[in-house]
Nanobody
């Protein structure tokens, strides 16, 4: 199986920055897409940012210009640099990784979630 370990959440004031990390380990043949989702209280989980195996990126309109997703393929790790944070960014952030556990078997895995709270 594959384990995803997230880190980097916390409490930050409006305008501040945080960097989230998500490291994948276990039975990994190769990793395809890596992304970050968030879920605010009472709302659905939504895509924040995504990066492909070729490092193409896609962002939600609400975070464009403020958040940057990146990946380190050697470490099987995806990052989310969050700048100019706003109270509406408050949510539990989840990483999501698409993994080939064999050459032909593809599965999708979720991290445990990390809380990000933006408040003064």
């Amino acid at each position: 199986q594959v384990q995803l370990v997230e880190s980097g959440g916390g409490l930050v004031q409006p305008g501040g920055s945080l960097r989230l990390s998500c490291a994948a380990s276990g039975s990994i043949f190769s990793i395809n897409d890596m992304g970050w989702y968030r879920q605010a209280p009472g709302k659905e989980r939504v895509l924040v940012a995504q990066t492909t195996s070729r490092s193409n990126t896609n962002y939600a309109d609400s975070v464009k210009g403020r958040f940057t997703i990146s990946r380190d393929n050697a470490k099987n790790t995806v990052y989310l640099q969050m700048n100019s944070l706003k109270p509406e960014d408050t949510a539990v952030y989840y990483c999501n990784v698409g993994v080939f556990i064999t050459q032909l078997t593809y599965k999708n895995f979720w991290g445990q979630g990390t809380q990000v709270t933006v408040s003064s």
